[in-house]
């Protein structure tokens, strides 16, 4: 697995951690059965202690995105429930759509920037 992490930056290690993995299942990368590295050998392969990795992996787990158990380790799980789904990308798009609104960004705008992400690969 090709993950890419910023030291630097203010994101913390185990949210760019979570975050590259959903990119990944969304682009194809990572499909629905597909195991994942074990705790021990990410973090070795990455240079990060194993409950950054554990964390985002628990994280991934309490979405929906993994599965795990203590013999086969974490897969890819299957597609989510769409309705829960909806209603989670809502309460995400809510809090975005009101920063825009408090930045002065129009809709045409938001929706430009959504069908450009939403159009191209992960």
Not at 31 to 56: D, F, H, Q
Not at 110 to 117: C, D, Q, S
């Amino acid at each position: 697995m090709l993950l890419s992490l910023d030291f630097s930056g203010d994101v913390p290690i185990y949210q760019q951690l979570r975050n590259q993995i959903v990119l990944g299942i969304a682009a194809g990368d990572l499909r629905p059965g597909e195991k994942l590295p074990t705790i021990r050998a990410l973090s070795s392969e990455l240079g990060i202690n194993m409950m950054t990795v554990s964390k985002a992996y628990q994280i991934l787990k309490q979405e929906g995105y993994i599965a795990s158990d203590r013999r086969s380790g974490a897969w890819v799980a299957p597609r989510t429930d769409e309705g829960a789904a909806l209603r989670k990308l809502e309460d995400a798009l809510r809090l975005i759509v009101a920063e825009a609104r408090v930045s002065g960004i129009g809709l045409d705008t938001v929706e430009e920037i959504i069908r450009n992400l939403y159009s191209r690969p992960s």
